[in-house]
């Protein structure tokens, strides 16, 4: 019988490969620990137990993480992992969240809260579409053109009327001001 390990390199790679998850600026990390394993204490004794780790992470950028993939044995039904990669997308606060034994795809969509049976995995800029698409307009296509001039952008409350002005809060500029105001 095919493993875990075998169905995520014969099948499931693959299928993340079609779908253009392995184009720059696109891609998939394997194996991702996303937390430190639970404490456990026995009497004098202290270990840390393992942390919780998704098969798949995929990212639209590097910066970017939008869905998490839960890979089974090929034999196990493609739901099986679904509720694992819930649990996984809901801690890292992602929008998918994919169940697959490799020959069929489970998808939950946070944002409708609805789960449905897939052919392919979606490509990104489907994925970013849905979930972001003002942070991903155009990213997929082309890079943005960098500007010639780049201004700080002020914050809108710093200049609205009813607020004042705010200096940054250090401790050379506390020391300074206290100094000027007691005529130093």
């Not at 004098?44 to 089974?72: H, N």
């Not at 609805?114 to 979606?122: A, I, K, S, T, V």
Request: with cysteine.
């Amino acid at each position: 019988m095919i493993g875990e390990a075998d169905t995520c390199r014969r099948y499931v790679e693959p299928l993340l490969d079609a779908a253009g998850w392995d184009a720059d600026p696109h891609s998939y990390t394997e194996q991702v620990t996303f937390t430190d394993g639970r404490i456990v204490v026995t009497g004098s004794k202290v270990r840390r137990r393992p942390g919780k780790r998704a098969d798949y992470l995929l990212r639209f950028t590097r910066d970017f993480p939008i869905a998490v993939v839960e890979a089974k044995a090929a034999y196990k039904q493609p739901a099986d992992g679904l509720e694992e990669a819930k649990e996984y997308a809901s801690i890292l606060d992602l929008k998918f969240a994919y169940g697959t034994n490799g020959h069929g795809i489970v998808e939950f969509d946070f944002l409708t809260g609805l789960e449905r049976e897939l052919e392919r995995f979606p490509t990104p800029d489907e994925l970013c579409s849905s979930a972001a698409p003002d942070r991903c307009r155009g990213r997929g296509m082309q890079r943005p053109r960098p500007s010639l001039i780049s201004w700080p952008r002020p914050s809108r409350r710093a200049h609205a009327p009813g607020w004042p002005r705010s200096r940054p809060r250090t401790s050379s500029s506390f020391s300074w001001a206290t100094a000027s105001d007691a005529g130093c």
